[in-house]
């Protein structure tokens, strides 16, 4: 620097340069953030990822070095037009150094005037001590690194802003030493006003009254200090006020004199231990600011303040904080520790060990940096990182000092920063679980409920404007996936732009392609947090990463994932856990994976690499995946319906050595409703290809719903019709007919489940077209079948008889026993109710034989229930009851609750005609219990209501007639049935006015 010139750096207040007694601006927000970290590292050199993480923290934007370089080259030509020497900022190796004397920067006087304060006091020079107290404590022009972003201004905001309450303490303490009781009074009571949370200027202000003569108003000061922190707090005033107290009430005439010197001396900067002295023990307080706005974990919040403020444990406290990046770590355990930091009177140790980033804090240094701190001189600290823990386990013996570690790498960069003192604690955040660090506690992060993602949304955006939205705002913060940063990016953007609705950026965020590079505000960026994670995966783990996630949705099984990716399970699990420890991917059960909402959409958007072994571009994870689940669905298949001629027809992929089996129903069933929603995922991945999508694969596709839908009542078998319906369109296009009969049958079996008559009836005819096409006969077959019930649903008997007849014919030509018996059924119901039953009853006692020879319970129940509907129709009533006496004795013994109460209505309708009224009307009472209570039976629920209502006309009971049939019309027209036309008779007759 040429001589002649002065030069100052301003950072307590509003950041700025002073030349020549003129004082420049800093320049924009963040070059101010650079100058920050260049002036109060001054005469260091400061590299430039360090610069990146205190402007940008995890979210550096990928320019973010030429911006720097910019900054740096602006803050030169602010130093060269004041005829500074260039050089003053100079660029050394792979960063940046100010080369100015530490005198030029305030915040280095205020803790040069500290230090010379505190040898003045060691000195009993307790005059100038107070005066050059007062003269550090005047350099604050308010708070420090004022509108500064980023997290090193942050982080030094809060230490700053430590020191000058800490200044003050011991201002006013050397004011009380010196009799200066009553000057001193005005400004304790501002200070306390400010810092209601700070024990000791109670105190001060105690003394102060006391030794002015009022006692009541001193006496009062300990109420109030005890009022707010039971408050705030929750706590009782620690042993010195309360002895401070108990001396008051007692008279103690000592108090009255000057108060000696407190036994805390000050914290001091690097300048106490180099001027030779004795090592005295400081006070640090490191901790950065707490967030304002902090929302939501209430009860995680208790847990983890509960454990570390523990005064009974028998040892050292330690709270670890994981999950994935943006979920609110750091912000958690900040919080935790501003709440129990009271708690610690030796102070608080800060630091951010970078564990998501290239360059992880060195245990070596950060414990350097904390006996520093802790008032050890540099050249007191051993050079080794196992020494240096000993020291520092050494001087926290028997002292309360609250750490906490933000981001921590692994297990082994935070065990050698632990203390030994029980009465210590720690905080420890890192996106992996530290299983080797012995944590007392451990929460594992999740996403905000949608309650606690609106309250922040609330908090900072404003209650008026959310609420007046709140349908948008409920959206919005879902189109976030609950991901605290994302919730905290979307708040920051409205609250900054007034004229936005929260509608209209929901928009914004609607093409799921866009959604990352809206979720950006400032230096705040959701992908920033995927990437840190994602650069530091190896080669295999990150093709892994990017291979599962267009079809793990919304979860996927270990050996789906294996057979997708090519591997075996063990290495394939191997990579899957390395995610989760990367907090990648998430796992909700063992052998089970999920990409959170937000971490699948960046997955999805990173750039390929050239060799991606994946085979991302032929689509070959989808084809794996797919026959995978085909051979294990075709297994669960046979194991629901053994038999069913179907199973020989659907095309499987051998199996790969050591795969698993699917040994009993049980475990196919378990398998089916874990993976059915991948399953399905899968082919709409297939099906959104249209003319690019493989037909073979269409044909996989196709047979895997197939051998899905048979466990209907366990599967989303709506959801599932409706991929269907798309398979079924993109399998014409193609000219599979195949596929499209069959996925044409799910649509038209689902509508038929739903009772949605036209839909049913239009599909079936679709899947049997396109399978008589095909030449698929076992579809074609179900495809009759479903014709039949649907004809006979519309009261089309003949036809129903005769789509059955076909129905069986192909039965027996594909050799299926037990379909064809329930296709005669059906045939023998459609000619029961057609008018001739006497033509079903010998096809009914052919498949009763039949049935009992297979010992089919089941069969048997149905078979007896139709056999006995036919006997009452051929008005042979007593034998009809004791078909139906049968059928509800088997019912009874094999547990099957819907044949049963389908054989009660049944019943009563046969005792009604033979006039036992009673035992009708209890029967058919509870066969509506049960109907009521079983959803998609509306047709046998409608019939258990009619029956009833007729039996409560023959009891003279025309309240309960009226109630049932009027329930009985509603069930019917709502389905679209035309028993509705009977229920509207009966209303009719009992004297109801017609719906």
């Not at 995978?628 to 499987?652: N, W, Y």
């Not at 790969?656 to 874990?674: D, F, K, S």
Request: charged share 25%; with cysteine; proline share 5%.
């Amino acid at each position: 620097m040429r001589a002649g010139g002065t030069v100052e750096f301003f950072v307590l207040g509003s950041i700025g340069i002073q030349i020549d007694g003129t004082i420049v601006p800093g320049g924009p927000p963040q070059q101010q953030a650079t100058l920050a970290a260049l002036a109060l590292r001054s005469g260091h050199v400061v590299p430039l990822h360090e610069l990146m993480s205190g402007v940008w923290g995890e979210a550096a934007p990928g320019s973010a070095v030429m911006i720097l370089r910019t900054y740096v080259w602006r803050l030169r030509k602010i130093l060269e037009g004041g005829g500074r020497d260039p050089q003053v900022l100079a660029s050394v190796n792979d960063g940046y150094r100010l080369a100015v004397p530490p005198a030029t920067v305030d915040a280095f006087r205020a803790e040069q005037l500290a230090a010379d304060a505190a040898r003045a006091r060691e000195a009993g020079r307790h005059e100038e001590a107070a005066a050059l107290l007062a003269e550090a404590v005047g350099l604050w022009r308010g708070e420090p690194l004022a509108g500064v972003p980023g997290p090193f201004a942050e982080q030094q905001r809060s230490r700053l802003s430590e020191l000058r309450r800490q200044l003050l303490e011991e201002r006013f303490a050397l004011d009380l030493l010196l009799g200066r009781h009553t000057q001193v009074i005005p400004e304790l009571t501002a200070f306390i006003g400010e810092q209601p949370l700070r024990e000791r200027p109670y105190g001060f202000l105690m003394r102060a009254l006391y030794a002015a003569g009022r006692q009541g108003d001193a006496l009062a000061v300990f109420g109030s200090a005890r009022e707010v922190l039971a408050a705030e707090l929750g706590l009782d005033p620690g042993p010195e006020l309360r002895t401070l107290h108990q001396r008051m009430l007692a008279g103690d005439a000592e108090l009255a004199a000057p108060a000696p010197a407190p036994a805390v001396p000050l914290a001091t900067r690097e300048e106490t231990a180099d001027a030779g002295g004795p090592v005295s023990a400081s006070r640090p307080a490191q901790l950065p600011a707490d967030i304002a706005d902090f929302s939501g974990r209430a009860d995680t919040l208790s847990a983890l303040c509960e454990a570390l403020g523990d005064r009974d444990r028998t040892a050292l406290a330690v709270a670890t904080v994981s999950g994935m990046g943006g979920i609110g770590k750091s912000a958690l355990a900040l919080r935790v520790a501003h709440r129990v930091k009271e708690e610690f009177p030796d102070g608080q140790l800060y630091a951010d060990l970078r564990g998501t980033g290239a360059d992880a804090a060195d245990p070596g240094a950060v414990l350097a940096s904390f006996l520093s701190a802790l008032g050890v001189p540099r050249q007191e600290v051993p050079g080794s990182v196992e020494d240096r823990a000993r020291l520092f386990r050494t001087v926290l013996d028997g002292r309360r000092v609250l750490l906490l570690l933000d981001d921590a790498r692994d297990t082994a960069q935070v065990k050698p920063l632990l203390p030994g003192a029980v009465h210590c604690a720690v905080v420890v955040t890192s996106r992996a679980h530290l299983a080797g660090v012995p944590s007392g506690t451990h929460v594992q992060l999740t996403e905000f409920s949608p309650a606690e993602a609106l309250s922040l949304l609330r908090h900072v955006v404003g209650a008026h404007r959310v609420d007046k939205e709140e349908a948008a705002a409920v959206a919005l913060v879902g189109a976030c996936a609950h991901l605290p940063l994302a919730v905290r990016i979307v708040a920051a953007r409205l609250a900054a732009r007034p004229g936005w609705t929260v509608a209209y950026l929901l928009a914004r965020l609607a093409d799921e392609r866009r959604r990352l590079s809206e979720l950006r505000a400032d230096d705040l960026a959701v992908s920033a947090v995927f990437e840190l994670g994602y650069r530091q995966l190896t080669v295999s783990q990150a093709m892994v990463f990017r291979s599962l996630a267009p079809v793990a949705w919304p979860s996927i099984g270990l050996p789906a994932a294996a057979a997708a990716l090519g591997l075996g399970e063990p290495e394939t699990e191997t990579l899957l856990e390395a995610l989760v420890d990367a907090a990648l991917l998430e796992s909700p059960e063992a052998g089970r994976y999920r990409y959170h909402e937000l971490g699948r959409d960046f997955a999805l958007h990173v750039p390929q690499p050239d060799t991606d072994p994946s085979g991302g571009t032929d689509f070959a994870v989808e084809r794996r995946l797919l026959n995978h689940l085909l051979r294990r669905a075709a297994e669960a298949f046979q194991r629901m319906v053994p038999g069913d001629p179907v199973h020989s027809t659907i095309a499987v992929v051998s199996a790969e050595p050591g795969e698993q089996r699917l040994a009993t129903l049980a475990q196919a069933r378990a398998w089916v409703v874990a993976e059915v929603d991948c399953a399905v995922h899968a082919v709409q991945l297939l099906v959104a290809r249209g003319e690019r999508a493989e037909p073979e694969l269409l044909t996989v596709a196709a047979d895997l719903l197939v051998a899905l839908s048979s466990f209907g009542q366990d599967i989303p078998y709506g959801r599932m019709a409706v991929t269907a319906r798309a398979l079924a369109d993109v399998s014409a296009l193609h000219g599979n007919h195949h596929a499209a009969g069959r996925a044409h049958f799910i649509c038209g079996n689902a509508a038929l489940q739903a009772t949605q008559l036209a839909q049913a009836r239009t599909e079936s005819e679709l899947a049997a077209e396109a399978c008589r096409r095909a030449g698929d006969r076992s579809i074609l077959q179900q495809a009759y079948n479903d014709l039949g019930v649907i004809a006979q649903f519309e009261q089309r008997y003949d036809d129903a008889a005769g789509y059955f007849d076909r129905a069986l014919a192909l039965a027996r030509e594909l050799g299926h026993r037990s379909g064809g018996l329930t296709t005669t059924l059906n045939a023998a119901l459609a000619r029961i109710r057609g008018g001739r039953a006497d033509e079903a009853l010998p096809a009914c006692d052919e498949a009763l034989n039949a049935l009992r020879a297979m010992a089919d319970h089941h069969g048997i129940a149905h078979a007896l229930c139709v056999r006995g509907q036919a006997l009452h129709e051929l008005d042979r009533l007593p034998e009809a009851l004791a078909d139906y006496e049968q059928c509800l004795e088997l019912c009874e013994a094999e547990r099957i609750p819907g044949q049963r109460a389908q054989a009660l209505y049944r019943y009563a309708e046969t005792l009604r005609v033979l006039g036992r009224v009673e035992p009708a009307l209890e029967a058919a009472a509870r066969a509506v219990s049960y109907f009521r209570t079983v959803p998609d039976r509306d047709r046998d629920r409608g019939y258990a209501l009619l029956i009833h209502a007729r039996i409560s006309v023959d009891a003279e009971d025309h309240e309960q007639a009226l109630a049932h049939s009027r329930e009985a019309l509603e069930v019917f027209t709502r389905a679209g049935l035309p028993e509705a036309g009977q229920a509207r008779l009966l209303v009719d007759a009992t004297g109801a006015v017609p719906v």
